[in-house]
C-alpha cells in the first residue's frame, strides 16, 4: 500500500509588505497508514504550514501533494486536524463543544451525543459532558479538544503541539495516553511539536525542519527502532 500522505518538493513562500519569506523549501515527507510521524523544528520555521497546506487551508504551494494516492488539489479525504491554537469555546459546554463539527458534518445531535457518551470514559472525561471550560483542567481541556479531533471521521489525524500548553507531568501523562489511544485505534497520525524528547517518545518517525534562511530548509528523515514498533509495523514500509 502506498503512503497515506505523500509531500514531494513543497515550497511555499508567504509575501507581506513586498518582502517575500520563503518558509519551506523543498520539503518532501511521506506517512503511511498507522505510522505515527513528528515533525520538529523551532518555532516560526514552517510546520503549521505544512498542516495548513495538507488541509487546503493555505493555497499557492508548488510541489505535489497526495492523499491516498490522490492529488490534494482534487482529494475529496476529510482530515482531522487539531489546531495549536485549537482551544474550546467557553460559552459551550464540553459535549456541544466536541459536537459542532460532527453537526457541521451532517450528523444529527442525538447521534453525535451517542458518539461522544460512548468515548467520555476513554478520553478520561466521563461524567464531565456538562463542563464549561473553566471548569476543566489543562490536560482535560486538551483531551476534550483531542476527543473531537477523533471523533471526525478520518483515519488521518494531525495533531499540532497538542501538549505544547501542559506542564512536564501532564505532558507526560497525556503522551502515555495518546500512545495508547494510537495502538488501540490504528490512525495514521502526523504531530507536530518543537520537543525533540517528546517526537523520540512518541514516534515511529521524524521530520527535523531547519530554521535557517530558507535556502537550506531541510526535510530529514530519521527513523526510530523501538520496541513497541516491533510485530506490526515492519521495516520495508519505509523502504519503497
Ligand atoms: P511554526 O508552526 O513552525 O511555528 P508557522 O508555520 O506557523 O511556523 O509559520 C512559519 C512562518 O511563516 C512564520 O515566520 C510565520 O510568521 C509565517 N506565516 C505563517 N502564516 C502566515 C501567513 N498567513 N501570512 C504571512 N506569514 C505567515
Ligand atoms: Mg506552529
Redesign the pocket.
Known amino acids: 500500500m502506498g503512503p497515506k500522505i505523500e509531500i514531494s518538493n513543497l515550497h511555499k513562500s508567504?509575501y507581506?509588505d513586498g518582502v517575500t519569506?520563503d518558509?519551506l523549501k523543498d520539503i518532501n515527507m511521506k506517512v503511511y497508514d498507522g505510522e505515527f510521524v513528528s515533525v520538529i523544528?523551532p518555532?516560526?520555521?514552517?510546520?503549521?504550514?505544512?498542516f495548513n497546506i495538507i488541509c487546503n487551508l493555505?493555497s499557492g504551494y508548488t510541489g505535489n501533494i497526495s492523499i491516498d494516492g490522490v492529488d490534494l488539489k482534487s482529494s475529496k479525504k476529510r482530515m482531522a486536524y487539531m489546531h495549536?491554537k485549537d482551544l474550546l469555546m467557553p460559552w459551550k459546554n464540553l459535549k456541544d463543544n466536541i459536537s459542532l463539527p460532527l453537526e457541521i458534518q451532517g450528523m444529527d445531535k442525538k447521534e453525535a451525543y451517542e458518539k461522544i457518551y460512548e468515548m467520555l470514559p476513554v478520553f478520561g472525561l466521563e461524567g464531565f459532558e456538562n463542563a464549561y471550560t473553566f471548569e476543566l483542567s489543562g490536560g482535560m481541556k486538551q483531551r476534550a479538544a483531542l476527543l473531537r479531533t477523533f471523533l471526525i471521521d478520518s483515519d488521518i489525524m494531525l495533531l499540532d503541539e497538542p501538549f505544547g500548553a501542559l506542564d512536564a507531568i501532564n505532558r507526560d501523562k497525556m503522551q502515555l495516553w495518546l500512545l495508547s489511544i494510537w495502538e488501540k485505534f490504528k490512525r495514521s497520525v502526523l504531530f507536530?511539536t518543537h520537543s525533540i524528547d517528546e517526537a523520540i517518545f512518541l514516534s515511529d518517525r521524524i521530520y527535523v525542519?531547519s530554521d535557517r534562511p530558507a535556502t537550506v530548509k531541510l526535510g530529514l528523515s530519521i527513523d526510530i527502532e523501538r520496541p513497541r514498533n516491533k510485530g506490526h509495523i515492519t521495516s520495508s514500509r519505509f523502504n519503497e
Open positions: 508567504f507581506r519569506l518558509v523544528g518555532s516560526g520555521c514552517g510546520k503549521s504550514t505544512i493555505s495549536q507536530i525542519l
